[in-house]
T-cell receptor, first 114, second 114 residues
Framework: DTGVSQNPRHKITKRGQNVTFRCDPI?????LYWYRQTLGQGPEFLTY????????KSRLLSDRFSAERPKGSFSTLEIQRTEQGDSAMYLC????????????FGPGTRLTVL | AQSVTQPDIHITVSEGASLELRCNYS??????LFWYVQSPGQGLQLLLK??????LVQGIKGFEAEFKRSQSSFNLRKPSVHWSDAAEYFC????????????FGAGTTVTVRA
């Protein structure tokens, strides 16, 4: 069990640029979740996948955000035309599609938009 | 909508003293309850969880938590705190009606003094 991995760990970008983050879940896990965490707050749900299907997107996920999980394995989260308000920690978690189940988190990607 | 309240933003405790972190949830359905810990700049590590059965659950690092349905609480405790327990602690709730997505509290930061 290698755990959930995320890349990059840190990303600094200028406002208006596009960024893409990657998440590799635990290999046998069918569910993959994205959360966003701002300073002093708990993580907030963004979106999740069951295999390659995206099942739900939070209203927090504006049109500038898109997520994919093309083969039901790794996932990418892209933010287009970044804004300073996008600065946050982006966390990925995975779980088995077994209810209820535990979500295991990756180390996160810290995004700073200048 | 489900919600999680962690009333204490920050707790300072002496090394060797006991620790209790409070968590209250608002939920109509059967809740599945979690405590996660986060060190600075890191992802979330699962401490313990409650799904059913014995309402006193044991976790890693000497932590335990008690589910009290009548009080809608799931408080975390540790009898003797170590300096390495300094971190941020998050309580989270999931349920069938929310397709097991996690709702987090705002977190409690624990400082350990020598």
């Amino acid at each position: 069990d290698t755990g959930v991995s995320q890349n990059p760990r840190h990303k600094i970008t200028k406002r208006g640029q596009n960024v893409t983050f990657r998440c590799d879940p635990i290999s046998e896990h069918n569910r993959l979740y994205w959360y966003r965490q701002t300073l002093g707050q708990g993580p907030e749900f963004l979106t999740y996948f069951q295999n390659e299907a995206q099942l739900e997107k939070s209203r927090l996920l504006s049109d500038r955000f898109s997520a994919e999980r093309p083969k039901g394995s790794f996932s990418t989260l892209e933010i287009q035309r970044t804004e300073q308000g996008d600065s946050a920690m982006y966390l990925c978690a995975s779980s088995l599609a077994r209810y209820p189940d535990t979500q295991y988190f990756g180390p996160g990607t810290r995004l700073t938009v200048l | 909508a489900q919600s999680v309240t962690q009333p204490d933003i920050h707790i300072t405790v002496s090394e060797g003293a006991s620790l209790e972190l409070r968590c209250n949830y608002s939920y109509g359905a059967t809740p599945y309850l979690f405590w996660y810990v986060q060190s600075p700049g890191q992802g979330l590590q699962l401490l313990l969880k409650y799904f059913s059965g014995d309402t006193l659950v044991q976790g890693i690092k000497g932590f335990e938590a008690e589910f009290k349905r009548s009080q809608s609480s799931f408080n975390l405790r540790k009898p003797s705190v170590h300096w390495s327990d300094a971190a941020e602690y998050f309580c989270a709730v999931a349920s069938y009606s929310n397709d097991y997505k996690l709702s987090f509290g705002a977190g409690t930061t624990v400082t350990v003094r020598a």
